[in-house]
T-cell receptor, first 110, second 110 residues
């Protein structure tokens, strides 16, 4: 099955850009997703990218997909303290279920 | 929140007791999922459903059963709760390309 890996922690200064990386194993994943989880809350869908795309931009968020290397990244421009959260990448598998990485804890320092 | 309600939101139960968690949706989506979230593991799929009375196992299904007798309700049952099932449980629905999550149920087995 799908295996998705992420680095566990990332710290950035407020106003800088954040880049969260993810690698996956299943090249047949049709869609790849980024979710945000704030403390005590559920998962909020941030954005997703179709597997035949290389890049998707949505306001401060930019998703890059390198299919050859099976690498996905999420760039957050002008990172704010409200962006502090856990970020999960996920790939879609058969029966449309999602396989998640372990999550990256983003800490934004003032 | 895509019309997803989980109940209860918090529960403490004793080892060996049965527990049922409920996921209710208002949008009539075909696909529903149960995940558990544990530190260092991200979210792992327990069971999923692709229609009324159509369910299948996920990655960590041992000790869990599910039922879906109506489109809007997907029940997760721990037949005999164990301490290893202490976790946060999330229900999700799939709407075309996007998946949305409930707010979660925090279950503690003592």
């Amino acid at each position: 099955g799908e295996d998705v890996e992420q680095s566990l922690f990332l710290s950035v200064r407020e106003g800088d850009s954040s880049v969260i990386n993810c690698t996956y194993t299943d090249s047949s994943s049709t869609y790849l997703y980024w979710y945000k989880q704030e403390p005590g809350a559920g998962l909020q869908l941030l954005t997703y990218i179709f597997s035949n795309m290389d890049m998707k931009q949505d306001q401060r968020l930019t998703v890059l997909l390198n299919k050859k290397d099976k690498h996905l990244s999420l760039r957050i421009a002008d990172t704010q303290t409200g962006d502090s959260a856990i970020y999960f990448c996920a790939g879609s598998g058969s029966a449309r279920q999602l396989t998640f990485g372990s999550g990256t804890q983003l800490t934004v320092l003032p | 929140d895509a019309g997803i309600t989980q109940s209860p939101r918090h529960k403490v139960t004793e080892t060996g007791t049965p527990v049922t968690l409920r996921c209710h949706q208002t949008e009539n989506h075909r696909y529903m999922y149960w995940y558990r979230q544990d530190p260092g593991h991200g979210l792992r799929l327990i069971h999923y459903s692709y229609g009324v009375k159509d369910t299948d196992k996920g990655e960590v299904s041992d000790g869990y059963s599910v039922s879906r007798s109506k489109t809007e309700d997907f029940l997760l049952t721990l037949e005999s709760a164990t301490s290893s099932q202490t976790s946060v449980y999330f229900c999700a629905i799939r709407e075309d390309t996007e998946a949305f999550f409930g707010q979660g149920t925090r279950l503690t087995v003592v």
